[in-house]
Protein backbone atom coordinates (compact mmCIF):
# COMPACT_ATOMS: atom_id res chain seq x y z
CA UNK A 1 0.00 0.00 0.00
CA UNK A 2 1.22 3.55 -0.54
CA UNK A 3 -0.42 6.90 0.46
CA UNK A 4 1.38 10.16 -1.24
CA UNK A 5 0.21 13.39 0.53
CA UNK A 6 1.89 16.35 -1.16
CA UNK A 7 5.36 16.35 0.98
CA UNK A 8 5.75 13.22 2.02
CA UNK A 9 5.58 9.72 1.17
CA UNK A 10 4.31 6.48 3.80
CA UNK A 11 4.73 3.01 2.33
CA UNK A 12 3.83 -0.23 3.47
CA UNK A 13 6.14 -3.45 1.79
CA UNK A 14 4.80 -6.94 2.15
CA UNK A 15 7.85 -9.45 0.96
CA UNK A 16 8.03 -13.03 1.78
CA UNK A 17 11.51 -14.55 2.60
CA UNK A 18 12.43 -17.81 0.99
CA UNK A 19 9.64 -20.08 0.43
CA UNK A 20 7.02 -17.84 2.03
CA UNK A 21 3.55 -18.82 0.36
CA UNK A 22 1.70 -16.01 -1.30
CA UNK A 23 -1.37 -16.75 0.79
CA UNK A 24 1.18 -15.50 3.99
CA UNK A 25 2.10 -12.22 2.31
CA UNK A 26 -1.62 -11.44 1.79
CA UNK A 27 -3.16 -11.63 4.81
CA UNK A 28 -0.40 -9.53 5.92
CA UNK A 29 -1.10 -6.82 3.62
CA UNK A 30 -5.02 -7.27 4.41
CA UNK A 31 -4.40 -7.06 8.00
CA UNK A 32 -3.03 -3.88 7.21
CA UNK A 33 -5.02 -2.53 4.14
CA UNK A 34 -8.29 -3.81 5.12
CA UNK A 35 -10.68 -6.89 4.07
CA UNK A 36 -13.65 -7.06 2.30
CA UNK A 37 -17.01 -8.36 4.37
CA UNK A 38 -18.05 -12.07 4.20
CA UNK A 39 -19.87 -12.44 1.22
CA UNK A 40 -23.66 -13.80 2.05
CA UNK A 41 -24.31 -17.95 2.08
CA UNK A 42 -26.09 -16.97 -0.81
CA UNK A 43 -23.74 -15.61 -2.63
CA UNK A 44 -20.87 -17.65 -2.29
CA UNK A 45 -23.42 -20.94 -3.18
CA UNK A 46 -21.74 -20.55 -6.61
CA UNK A 47 -23.05 -19.36 -9.49
CA UNK A 48 -23.26 -16.05 -11.86
CA UNK A 49 -24.35 -12.42 -10.75
CA UNK A 50 -26.38 -11.40 -13.81
CA UNK A 51 -26.72 -7.95 -14.70
CA UNK A 52 -29.35 -7.44 -17.39
CA UNK A 53 -32.04 -4.75 -18.80
CA UNK A 54 -34.29 -4.44 -21.29
CA UNK A 55 -37.81 -4.75 -19.50
CA UNK A 56 -39.16 -7.84 -17.91
CA UNK A 57 -40.10 -10.19 -21.14
CA UNK A 58 -36.57 -9.64 -22.40
CA UNK A 59 -35.38 -9.84 -19.03
CA UNK A 60 -37.34 -13.21 -18.53
CA UNK A 61 -36.15 -14.62 -22.00
CA UNK A 62 -32.52 -14.26 -21.04
CA UNK A 63 -32.75 -15.93 -17.82
CA UNK A 64 -34.69 -19.23 -19.35
CA UNK A 65 -31.52 -18.92 -22.19
CA UNK A 66 -29.18 -18.90 -19.26
CA UNK A 67 -30.96 -22.16 -17.41
CA UNK A 68 -31.73 -23.54 -20.51
CA UNK A 69 -27.95 -23.97 -21.02
CA UNK A 70 -27.50 -24.96 -17.54
CA UNK A 71 -25.40 -21.97 -16.25
CA UNK A 72 -25.22 -21.43 -12.79
CA UNK A 73 -27.23 -18.00 -11.88
CA UNK A 74 -27.53 -17.06 -7.95
CA UNK A 75 -28.90 -13.59 -8.90
CA UNK A 76 -30.14 -11.33 -11.55
CA UNK A 77 -28.85 -7.26 -10.73
CA UNK A 78 -31.78 -5.34 -12.76
CA UNK A 79 -30.43 -2.25 -14.19
CA UNK A 80 -33.44 0.51 -14.00
CA UNK A 81 -33.06 3.79 -15.81
CA UNK A 82 -34.95 6.43 -15.45
CA UNK A 83 -35.61 8.94 -18.81
CA UNK A 84 -33.73 11.60 -18.48
CA UNK A 85 -36.35 15.30 -18.43
CA UNK A 86 -34.83 16.27 -21.90
CA UNK A 87 -37.03 13.09 -23.08
CA UNK A 88 -40.37 14.49 -21.73
CA UNK A 89 -42.88 17.10 -25.07
CA UNK A 90 -42.54 20.12 -25.42
CA UNK A 91 -45.64 21.00 -23.69
CA UNK A 92 -44.50 19.32 -20.54
CA UNK A 93 -41.03 20.45 -21.15
CA UNK A 94 -42.00 24.09 -21.07
CA UNK A 95 -44.43 22.89 -18.38
CA UNK A 96 -41.16 22.28 -15.98
CA UNK A 97 -39.31 24.91 -16.79
CA UNK A 98 -41.81 27.71 -15.71
Known amino acids: MVEHNASSMHANIVAG ?3 T ?6 EALTARAG ?4 LPEW ?3 GGA ?3 MQGGSAVVRAKVARLRAKGVPTIA ?3 QV ?4 RCMHTRAERDEFVR
Open 35 to 38: RFAR
Open 81 to 84: LAPP
Open 43 to 45: AAA
Open 21 to 26: PVLAML
Open 49 to 51: VVG
Open 76 to 78: VWL
Open 17 to 19: RGH
